[in-house]
């Protein structure tokens, strides 16, 4: 992104005068999906792509929001931040300035302009991306830079459940927030507490691969599957003492699995308690350098989340697929929410070339769909660049 073009769009919009740079990287997660509102653990890292923003401070309560990836523009007043449907993207920025407003914090005034380079509902957590974005400007341009980066990661997350009204967990909004260079995280959903694991391979890559099947988070089924495992859960309570489902071990889960009344709640349910292990294995596997190990753990992933958790579809199935079948892939899965948008795959550095095309070919065939396909590094978390 050329960082100096976008500043002097900013002056072409808003005139002349001081104004600061940020940057707020997307997310892929390595493994562990839809662990995180059941209390497991996840383990995903921020990458170099995400969203740039040029912000100012006004002296009045007037707030400017452009961004170059969307038509509108949105002009309104800091008292009022509301849900409108007709501010689209803007109500991001609405949500992440009223959570902040009511939990004590400064705000005010400010004129905006926001250009993302990740693709919008692909899986790669834009939406976070953008919250944590307008966090930090609000914390930069009127709190001194004093807001602690775990209270704004849980106000972004807030801004998300009750402002947006998507009740995603934590993962997102933590990986941007608290991303490294060259690391992933090691995340335990239900305490915070984390560990960075390094993420540098040398020998192999990281490639993301979009289905170019727009996911739109609120209107999915997430919030049916996160309800379910709420149900589950408290079917469970009935008999024994637990506060998550990730509490459970597989072996425990499988002695209480029968008070799951309905067959498909209980594989929800099955797959969160699986895939939590599984995390704990691949953190494992990727610091003792046993690649193959963690390459198996993601597909093991893959196959619980479309079959027991059943939120893949033919698009994510079939990249995966074509992946999988790839000489030199070492592991594939679908990565986020799902219900299209992005997979990831672990690939021989030296065979990329011939992955990408491989796969780019099959999906095409399969799907009539053309995928996207990008190599990006593991990077820092939210910050002021200039
Ligand atoms: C979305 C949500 C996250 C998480 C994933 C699934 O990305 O925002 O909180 O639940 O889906 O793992």
Same mark, same amino acid.
């Given at each position: 992104?050329?960082?100096?073009?976008?500043?002097?769009?900013?002056?072409?919009?808003?005139?002349?005068?001081?104004?600061?740079?940020?940057?707020?990287?997307?997310?892929?997660?390595?493994?562990?999906?839809?662990?995180?509102?059941?209390?497991?653990?996840?383990?995903?890292?921020?990458?170099?792509?995400?969203?740039?923003?040029?912000?100012?401070?006004?002296?009045?309560?007037?707030?400017?929001?452009?961004?170059?990836?969307?038509?509108?523009?949105?002009?309104?007043?800091?008292?009022?931040?509301?849900?409108?449907?007709?501010?689209?993207?803007?109500?991001?920025?609405?949500?992440?300035?009223?959570?902040?407003?009511?939990?004590?914090?400064?705000?005010?005034?400010?004129?905006?302009?926001?250009?993302?380079?990740?693709?919008?509902?692909?899986?790669?957590?834009?939406?976070?991306?953008?919250?944590?974005?307008?966090?930090?400007?609000?914390?930069?341009?009127?709190?001194?830079?004093?807001?602690?980066?775990?209270?704004?990661?849980?106000?972004?997350?807030?801004?998300?459940?009750?402002?947006?009204?998507?009740?995603?967990?934590?993962?997102?909004?933590? !990986?941007?927030?608290?991303? *490294? +260079?060259? =690391?992933? @995280?090691?995340?335990? &959903?239900?305490?915070?507490?984390? #560990?960075?694991?390094?993420?540098?391979?040398?020998?192999?890559?990281?490639?993301?691969?979009?289905?170019?099947?727009?996911?739109?988070?609120?209107?999915?089924?997430?919030?049916?599957?996160?309800?379910?495992?709420?149900? !589950?859960?408290?079917?469970? *309570? +009935?008999? =024994?003492? @637990?506060?998550?489902? &990730?509490?459970?071990?597989?072996? #425990?889960?499988?002695?209480?699995?029968?008070?799951?009344?309905?067959?498909?709640?209980?594989?929800?349910?099955?797959?969160?308690?699986?895939?939590?292990?599984?995390?704990?294995?691949?953190?494992?596997?990727?610091?003792?350098?046993?690649?193959?190990?963690?390459?198996?753990?993601?597909?093991?992933?893959?196959?619980?989340?479309?079959?027991?958790?059943?939120?893949?579809?033919?698009?994510?199935?079939?990249?995966?697929?074509?992946?999988?079948?790839?000489?030199?892939?070492?592991?594939?899965?679908?990565?986020?929410?799902?219900?299209?948008?992005?997979?990831?795959?672990?690939?021989?550095?030296?065979?990329?070339?011939?992955?990408?095309?491989?796969?780019?070919?099959?999906?095409?065939?399969?799907?009539?769909?053309?995928?996207?396909?990008?190599?990006?590094?593991?990077?820092?978390?939210?910050?002021?660049?200039?």
């Amino acid at each position: 992104m050329n960082t100096e073009k976008l500043k002097n769009r900013f002056y072409e919009l808003y005139g002349e005068g001081e104004a600061t740079v940020f940057f707020s990287p997307s997310r892929i997660n390595i493994i562990g999906e839809h662990t995180d509102y059941n209390g497991g653990f996840v383990m995903p890292g921020a990458i170099e792509m995400g969203t740039y923003g040029v912000a100012r401070k006004r002296v009045d309560n007037v707030l400017k929001m452009v961004s170059e990836n969307f038509e509108l523009k949105v002009e309104t007043t800091v008292e009022n931040m509301v849900y409108e449907n007709r501010h689209g993207w803007a109500n991001y920025v609405k949500g992440v300035i009223h959570e902040l407003g009511v939990s004590g914090y400064k705000t005010g005034g400010m004129e905006i302009l926001v250009n993302g380079n990740i693709p919008i509902g692909a899986g790669l957590s834009s939406s976070a991306s953008l919250e944590l974005l307008v966090g930090e400007m609000v914390n930069c341009l009127f709190n001194e830079g004093r807001i602690d980066r775990l209270e704004m990661i849980k106000l972004c997350q807030n801004a998300e459940n009750h402002f947006i009204g998507v009740m995603c967990g934590i993962m997102d909004q933590f !990986a941007i927030g608290m991303g *490294r +260079k060259d =690391k992933c @995280i090691l995340l335990d &959903c239900d305490t915070q507490v984390h #560990e960075y694991i390094d993420f540098c391979m040398d020998e192999h890559v990281l490639v993301i691969m979009n289905t170019n099947k727009r996911r739109k988070l609120n209107e999915s089924k997430y919030n049916e599957r996160r309800a379910q495992c709420e149900e !589950a859960l408290e079917e469970i *309570r +009935k008999y =024994k003492d @637990i506060k998550n489902l &990730c509490q459970l071990s597989t072996v #425990e889960f499988e002695e209480c699995a029968m008070y799951i009344g309905d067959p498909g709640r209980r594989n929800r349910a099955r797959h969160v308690v699986y895939e939590n292990e599984r995390v704990k294995k691949a953190a494992a596997a990727l610091k003792s350098g046993e690649i193959e190990v963690l390459g198996e753990l993601i597909n093991k992933s893959h196959e619980s989340l479309r079959d027991l958790y059943e939120v893949t579809g033919p698009d994510l199935d079939s990249i995966v697929e074509a992946a999988t079948g790839c000489a030199g892939c070492i592991g594939a899965r679908m990565t986020g929410a799902g219900f299209g948008g992005c997979a990831i795959a672990i690939v021989q550095a030296d065979r990329v070339d011939d992955f990408i095309r491989h796969v780019s070919d099959e999906y095409l065939d399969r799907t009539g769909y053309r995928a996207d396909f990008y190599i990006t590094g593991i990077g820092d978390g939210t910050r002021v660049i200039a």
